[in-house]
T-cell receptor, first 111, second 114 residues
Framework: GQQVMQIPQYQHVQEGEDFTTYCNSS?????IQWYKQRPGGHPVFLIQ???SGEVKKQKRLTFQFGEAKKNSSLHITATQTTDVGTYFC???????????WGAGTKLIIKP | DTAVSQTPKYLVTQMGNDKSIKCEQN?????MYWYKQDSKKFLKIMFS???????INETVPNRFSPKSPDKAHLNLHINSLELGDSAVYFC?????????????FGSGTQLSVL
């Protein structure tokens, strides 16, 4: 079936270091969404990418959608303690509106 | 005002019991969902309703029965609870369940089956 692979599962960084999570789909996506789930919280929508090669920025967060619309990344520059949480990607295809979720990447800030 | 609210927040119960989780959204959305998040944080869709009609029914034991009395409410009833049902259950909603729509999640119900 359709899958979205997300790596890494965990990433430990020192505060101030960068963080990146990657998603790769087995099929072409019509769009990809990113969500953040704080510890003990619920997923919160961050952004949606629709166009091939699209890049969007939200302050220190940079989101990219691949040219083939099969992969996406989220990069955080100079992480802060408020960035801690699990980041999920979720994609849709043209044939199915059901979101296909990645497994999430947990960002852990080392003390 | 909370956009998607679900109750209870915590549910601790014995194996074999029957329990319900309630969800309400005040966003005027047509589509509501139930997701299960296991200990590894993987989000798995269970059900989706559009305007009170069942749209998505993933491979879920028939002990789980959703009910949507109106488009603003989607409840989840679980019969004969098992240890493996322990998880966080999230309710969510979206405008119409079509393309390019973001999901709004409730705060979750942490179910512990003892």
């Amino acid at each position: 079936g359709q899958q979205v692979m997300q790596i890494p599962q965990y990433q430990h960084v020192q505060e101030g270091e960068d963080f990146t999570t990657y998603c790769n789909s087995s099929t072409t996506l019509s769009n990809i969404q990113w969500y953040k789930q704080r510890p003990g919280g619920h997923p919160v929508f961050l952004i949606q990418l629709v166009k091939s090669g699209e890049v969007k920025k939200q302050k220190r967060l940079t989101f990219q959608f691949g040219e083939a619309k099969k992969n996406s990344s989220l990069h955080i520059t100079a992480t802060q303690t408020t960035d801690v949480g699990t980041y999920f990607c979720a994609g849709q295809t043209d044939s199915n509106y059901q979101l296909i979720w990645g497994a999430g990447t947990k960002l852990i800030i080392k003390p | 005002d909370t956009a998607v609210s679900q109750t209870p927040k915590y549910l601790v119960t014995q194996m074999g019991n029957d329990k319900s989780i309630k969800c309400e959204q005040n966003l005027g959305h047509d589509t509501m969902y139930w997701y299960k998040q296991d200990s590894k944080k993987f989000l798995k869709i269970m059900f989706s309703y559009n305007n009170k009609e069942l749209i998505i029914n993933e491979t879920v034991p028939n002990r789980f029965s959703p009910k949507s009395p109106d488009k603003a409410h989607l409840n989840l009833h679980i019969n004969s609870l098992e240890l493996g049902d322990s998880a966080v259950y999230f309710c969510a909603s979206s405008q119409s369940g079509t393309a390019n729509e973001k999901l709004f999640f409730g705060s979750g119900t942490q179910l512990s089956v003892l």
